[in-house]
């Protein structure tokens, strides 16, 4: 293991003592707003991110991990000796996948492997965790890298949205969509399917959403003998009855929390609730 190298992205959501232990190599992607730009996980705190999302009637942007740092990253590792096992967010959603791609193809190498997580947030999080698992088994890193792309086709992610305000912000919904939602209390259930977002079910309530989110576990055939984490922005006690509920319904002893980041919280707002698992 002493040989290879995780790197992923800033929205796998790792915590920081994940990082720091396993050595984790993380490529932070950005956030861009009224000109100045900031390194998702790095120099913008959720807070202020949180603040540029209610100054202003447009969110800021963001932006994929570029070729010429992953470059940077992976030459680095390489000229250390390293082997690279690289996870990243859904190529449906961002070009980070493709930029990895492309530095490693300006290598030319054959010691790096890069793995679509096909989600978003701690659900790439969770195959990070999946190879650090297997690599201190003694998987050969062939066994891992098939691992990883068997398993990134079972890993799910759901999400409740309180506040449709920020998705309205980024063009998502329109005005009249959003207001509608808002009388009748309407929280989205997103989830991702084949790399891509899509709407799940509408439920009226964000206590009824944390309940549907525990039931969608059921229906996705969820593997309780894998890790099973919720997250949030800001919504900590949300967050906590959500683990509650399943640690309840399906019988299991430990989840992980975890907290979205910067990008995450960029299109979602501070009041999103999730869920990440793997199905069987």
Known sequence: MENIVIVTDSTADLSKDIIEKHGVVVAPLTVTYKGMSYKDGVDLSIDELISFLDESDELPKTSQVNPKEFYDVY????DEGKEII???LSSGVSGTFQSANIAKEMLNTDKIHIIDSKVVSFGTGLLVLLA??????????KEVVDTLKEYSKKVRVAFAVDDLE??????RLSGAQATIAKILNIKPIIHMEDGKLYVYDKVRGLKRAIERLTEYLE??????SKPIAVGTVSYFEEREQLGTMVKE???????????????IATYS????????????
């Open 166 to 171: 920020y998705i309205k912000k980024g063009g």
């Open 86 to 88: 690289s996870i990243h």
């Open 132 to 141: 650090i698992e297997l690599l201190k088994q003694g998987k050969a890193i």
């Open 269 to 280: 707002g501070p009041g999103v609730v999730g869920i990440c698992f793997f199905s069987k």
């Open 75 to 78: 030459k680095k590792l390489i």
């Open 219 to 224: 229906e996705m055939d969820v593997d309780t």
């Open 249 to 263: 319904r399906y019988n299991i002893e430990k989840i992980l929390n975890f907290i979205a980041g910067t990008v």
